[in-house]
């Protein structure tokens, strides 16, 4: 499958964003799909996950209550809003896919990387 992500740009904080992050070559209902980022001169760091049925979902704490993520499966697309942001959430956004059955939040379980869209938050 090949991961499509976009929806990144410059906002101001407080601000939203939407991520999308599309496939091709397979249907994306059968993964699960997890936003990673990755911020200057750090490790890339799970954001959120959801599982393949989209009754679950899983945040790293920093971004409880701000970010959700969902999944259009007739549209072969999955999205995370961000709102409230701050300029901790500068980074590259990546969305992957695993064919694990659970949100993991190691690079490692995952099989198929996004190119990868550029969040920036800045007065």
């Known amino acids: 499958v090949q991961l499509q992500a976009s929806g990144g740009g410059s906002v101001q904080p407080g601000g939203s964003l939407r991520l999308s992050c599309a496939a091709s070559g397979r249907t994306l209902s059968s993964y699960t799909i997890s936003w990673f980022r990755q911020a200057p001169g750090k490790e890339r760091e799970f954001v959120a996950g959801?599982?393949?049925?989209?009754?679950?979902?899983y945040y790293t704490d920093s971004v409880k209550g701000r970010f959700t993520i969902s999944r259009a499966n007739a549209k072969n697309t999955v999205y995370l809003q961000m709102n409230s942001l701050k300029p901790d959430d500068t980074a590259i956004y990546y969305c992957?896919?695993?064919?694990?059955?659970?949100?993991?939040?190691?690079?490692?379980?995952?099989?198929?990387w996004g190119q990868g869209t550029l969040v920036t938050v800045s007065s």
């Open positions: 992957a896919a695993s064919q694990r059955v659970s949100v993991l939040v190691t690079t490692s379980q995952y099989d198929y």
């Open positions: 959801i599982r393949r049925s989209g009754d679950s979902t």
